[in-house]
């Protein structure tokens, strides 16, 4: 059984590592550290890839220094067999980071496994717990807008080498009372100001025909040629994108849509676009309609979001997620806790789901739903069954034994 995970773990990374990718982005140099936009996400992910790996191998019975040698061999052979995988880009940090994963999976089953025995499992659970919490709310901040203070460009109807270009035609933008023009911004302290402010954004143009990729509307960038701020259409969703401290970081942002906003919309025909931009969300409204449609909020178990690329991925698959990232944040306080009583335990796990909405709302992201909170539980139960099975198999393994 422990050779068959390993085995199923060696051909998942082979399927996720050793497939052509449809990436169309430049050479990445094989000695980069954080190479990209997104650099710190492919880092995080490339660590996160064999933790479960280094947990298989734990598992065996290896040490960590085994475990850690062992992946660097295998990393180092897929990175050789990714220089003719199409779409591909070895590098050193890959090799290295994959290795740290691996060390961390095996470091990860050994503390996890010795935890609920632990004299100090009682308080360990509530620090645990305090740390999903403090996550949520650092996914909150991490989401928050962050436009840099620079000069700016104006950007109608632009064709940009990653959009597809507008059809229609765009023939007036104003934010807040300001009018954009296409090229540089000359009134730039007065344009920042409006978008702190974020004052709505009205787009005047003709429509043209339905999109199959992104074509961009209106968009603002630096001098660096970095995104502020996006208003585009896709085919008939309207995507709306503003620079957030995720790209600071090197992570991904969210990427606001409202489905089928433009569906009513014939080609050729003139509108009115206003889109007033909040800190999770957003509002438009498309021509003479009474009423403004919004984006929902920013979900509180977003974070998985900022490591993955999801444009195309569903409600559905985005709610498991969502429930994975709560069950394994707090995975851990579960499997502390088997050492508590059952009212601390029902006390933690009250504490918990208050935290975790009080995390939420402080930082304007989306109630907890039903699936959020059943994540948040299915990871607290999961980690007590562990734990209690860890702790009687242990004091049954103390047991002495009397030969007559």
Known sequence: MRLALVALNLLLLAAVTLRPSSDNASFISPTCILCGERGSADLILNIVLFVPLGAALGHLGWRRLKVGLAALLIAAAIELAQVVIPGRSPTLRDIAMNATGAWLGAALLQALWSAPRARWAPPLAWVAAACGVLAIAATGWVMQPAVKRNGWYGHLAPRLAHLEPFAGRIERVQLGREVMR???????????????????????????????????????????????????QQGHDLILRERRRASILRLFEPELRIERFFASLPEGT????????APTHACATLSDAASATCTVRIPASSAWTLLLWRRFWSDNVRAVFGFLTLATLFFPAGLCAAAL??????????????????????????????????????????????????????GAASVPTHRP
Do not use: K
Not at 355 to 381: I, N, Y
């Open 341 to 394: 009583s059952w009212t601390a335990r029902a006390a933690l796990t009250a504490a918990s789901a208050i935290g975790v909405w009080g995390a939420a709302r402080s930082f304007d992201l989306a109630a907890p739903t039903f699936g959020e909170m059943s994540g948040l539980l299915a990871g607290l139960l999961l980690g007590a069954a562990l734990g209690l099975y860890v702790r009687r198999a242990d």
């Open 270 to 277: 003139p509108f009115r676009l206003e889109v007033r931009f």
């Open 182 to 232: 296409h090229g540089y911004l000359r009134q730039v302290d007065a344009v920042h100001r409006a978008v702190a402010a974020q004052q709505p954004i009205r787009i005047d143009g003709i429509a043209g025909p339905r999109t199959t990729r992104l074509a961009g509307l209106f968009v603002i960038s630096d001098e660096e040629f970095e995104e502020m701020l996006l208003i585009g």
